[in-house]
């Protein structure tokens, strides 16, 4: 066989029999226990779409062929050619406050013409001064307006918070609003992401309760209790401590293990006496769980105590109220007791 002939083979993509690929064995002939060519390459494609690939040193496959569409880097940066790959990015398509599940075919809900960004409280707005000042005020507008439709309209609540963080998603107190939005509408999935999120930006663990309950939410109770059991109750305000035992308690009942949930509620904080801000809701829990383990008349006793919590809190709120407010409960002679000897008194900590 002459050279030009065995040239030609290999610039279809063949090799000559007997020879390996790569090697330097001339003429075809086989060395010395060397297996004999099957004529297949080791990838399995045929012999014949060797010669598809692109060669070394810029040869060409096939006539008015080039290299041109092979990735190579330009000043350090990928491209394709002489065009960086980033510039056949849409902008549209780029995340980069990873929100991209809130940026599909969303409206802005309208801000009244009587909100101001000042209405926004003077911390929360400090947070904001790494915007520009227009941005600023308008993302300062729409978080007004989900703090006023929260109770009322949260799933209206949570557009404002959408359209906040779609101009501000690096920003804390965005993705936290973003995330009580999305906790009242039931999107538990959501909340838990963005309260990992803003845990992630501000380093804080006030809304630890929440992420407990959202993973309860969401169906894995077991994950809540580890993730409650995370951070030291020491290291969380006297508030959260007591919302995190509360959720914790929720947890304990989805696994229905009763006595353990009554005894996640069993802190210092469940005290008859005294009406903090978290107290009818902790006292109404432990009546829950009371409930559940068939004690109706605790229960019923610890409902009472609930309200009477709720009235004091309640009456401490009135304009005319004073900063401390003691209420005694007097024994009727026509009524039962709620508790005998007992009373609430709000002190205004928390």
Known sequence: ???????????????????????????????????????????????????????????????????????????????????????????????????????????????????????????AR?????????????????????????????????KHAVAASRRAGRIGVVRETLAITAYATGD???????????????????????????????GRPDKALELGRSVP????????????????SGARLDLEQLDAALTELQIPQLDPTTAYSYSPALFDAYATVLEELGRDSEAEEWYARAEAAQDALDLADAPEGDDTVEVYEEELEDEQPLAQGEGARETGQE
């Open 126 to 158: 400090n947070e904001l001064k790494t915007l520009e000042k227009e941005n600023a005020e308008g993302v300062a507008k729409h978080l007004v307006m989900a703090a006023r439709l929260i109770e009322d309209d949260p799933e209206l609540a949570h």
């Open 233 to 248: 109750r020491s290291s969380l305000p006297v508030a959260v401590q007591v919302e995190l035992a509360i959720a914790m």
């Open 188 to 218: 538990f999935a959501l909340a838990l992401r963005e309260l990992r999120t803003f845990r992630r930006i501000t380093g804080r663990n006030d809304h630890l309760p929440m992420m407990v309950d959202s993973e309860r939410g969401v």
């Open 1 to 123: 066989m002459s050279d030009s002939g065995e040239r030609g083979k290999r610039f279809d993509g063949q090799r000559p029999e007997g020879q390996r690929p790569g090697g330097s064995n001339p003429g075809g002939r086989r060395a010395q226990g060397e297996r004999p060519a099957s004529g297949r390459p080791s990838s399995g494609k045929p012999a014949g779409e060797r010669g598809s690939k692109p060669q070394r040193g810029g040869r060409p496959d096939r006539a008015g062929a080039t290299d041109e569409k092979r990735l190579w880097t330009k000043g350090g940066a990928p491209a394709r050619g002489d065009r960086s790959a980033t510039e056949r990015e849409v902008p549209e398509d780029r995340d980069p406050f990873n929100i991209r599940s809130v940026r599909a075919q969303f409206d802005a809900p309208e801000v009244p013409a009587d909100v101001k960004d000042s209405d926004l409280d003077r911390i």
